[in-house]
Nanobody, 118 residues
Framework: QVQLVESGGGLVQPGGSLRLSCAAS????????AGWYRQAPGKQRELVAS???????IYADFVKGRFTISRDNAKNMVYLQMSSLKPEDTAVYYC????????????WGQGTQVTVSS
């Protein structure tokens, strides 16, 4: 079993920045893809950004140019650098580890709250 723990959320003013971190309890990011998702109240969980084992990145249109996903396999970490934050970015942000094979489990973190408000 692998545990993912997110951190770095909080309250920030519009236009501000935050850096989210996702720590894995053991070394999986050298073989698993990783992604950040978010879920706002009353809305479905949606993909924010993902990064493959080959460091290929995908971003949702609503964060392109503002957010950057990165990974450090040696530290078992995935990051989401968020800048130019907007009130509509307010949500719980979740880290996900995507398995390289269908038979392997998918892992989710418990989420970290990001609130963008003045």
């Amino acid at each position: 079993q692998v545990q993912l723990v997110e951190s770095g959320g909080g309250l920030v003013q519009p236009g501000g920045s935050l850096r989210l971190s996702c720590a894995a309890s053991r070394s999986i990011f050298n073989s698993y893809g990783a992604g950040w998702y978010r879920q706002a109240p009353g809305k479905q969980r949606e993909l924010v950004a993902s990064i493959s084992t080959g460091y290929r990145t995908i971003y949702a249109d609503f964060v392109k140019g503002r957010f950057t996903i990165s990974r450090d396999n040696a530290k078992n970490m995935v990051y989401l650098q968020m800048s130019s934050l907007k009130p509509e970015d307010t949500a719980v942000y979740y880290c996900k580890a995507d398995p390289p094979l269908r038979d392997l489990p998918t892992y989710w973190g418990q989420g970290t709250q990001v609130t963008v408000s003045s």
